[in-house]
């Protein structure tokens, strides 16, 4: 069973617009990570969250946790055509056993 | 420094051949993960290696062995191919258990006719 799930499956923005990604979970975490997916590739690793973390910054990446919620929130500012990918959340509740979403696949438009 | 290496990159196999899937890292890490890629579906695991020597099953392990061959190695076999496995695989790998990042291969995607 999938642990994380993502919404919306789907998103198509201009160059330039703001993304955001969210990411619901079922039970406690020690952790969240976010991946790209380039098409056709494998999954490169954007960033990870604790869970006594609130909010992390990398270059235009901005994740929220909210762990009363069981939600988190990928936001990509500044698109650019080159962010075309889809994005998956992934939580380690069970130690080893990673649990990835199925992911939004996220369309820039020039 | 190549990171994660997969073999072969596409396979056409028929149902009940049998064939191994090779990973290698060399980034000296003690973690190796292999997972399926189903469409609209995420990554799910199938086995994974927290050190050498040790492999464990993950969420979807039924029709696959592992073998953790060397820190470096880590081979998933098909013993007996059925249609339902065709699927990307992808090999990871990780400094340790789910608190670090894990690094992936580029996938090999397998077709069972």
């Known amino acids: 069973s999938q642990q994380g799930e993502e919404d919306p499956q789907a998103l198509s923005i201009q160059e330039g617009e703001n993304a955001t990604m969210n990411c619901s979970y079922k039970t406690s975490i020690n952790n969240l990570q976010w991946y790209r997916q380039n098409s056709g590739r494998g999954l490169v690793h954007l960033i990870l969250?604790?869970?006594?973390?609130r909010e992390k910054h990398s270059g235009r990446l901005r994740v929220t946790l909210d762990t009363s919620k069981k939600s988190s929130s990928l936001l990509i500012t500044a698109s650019r055509a080159a962010d075309t990918a889809s994005y998956f959340c992934?939580?380690?509740?069970?130690?080893?056993?990673?649990?990835f979403g199925a992911g939004t696949r996220l369309t820039v438009k020039p | 420094n190549a990171g994660v290496t997969q073999t072969p990159k596409f396979q056409v196999l028929k149902t009940g051949q049998s064939m191994t899937l090779q990973c290698a890292q060399d980034?000296?890490?003690?973690?190796m993960y292999w997972y399926r890629q189903d469409p609209g579906m995420g990554l799910r695991l199938i086995y994974y290696?927290?050190?050498?020597?040790?492999?464990d099953k993950g969420e979807v392990p039924n029709g696959y062995n592992v073998s953790r061959l060397n820190k470096r190695e880590f081979s998933l076999r098909l013993e007996s191919a059925a249609p339902s496995q065709t699927s990307v695989y992808f090999c990871?790998?990780?400094?340790?258990?789910?608190?670090?990042?894990?690094?992936f291969g580029p996938g090999t995607r397998l077709t069972v006719l």
């Open positions: 969250i604790r869970s006594n973390e």
């Open positions: 980034m000296n890490h003690n973690s």
């Open positions: 290696s927290a050190s050498e020597g040790t492999t």
């Open positions: 990871a790998s990780s400094e340790s258990g789910g608190t670090n990042e894990q690094f």
């Open positions: 992934a939580t380690d509740a069970l130690g080893n056993d990673m649990r």
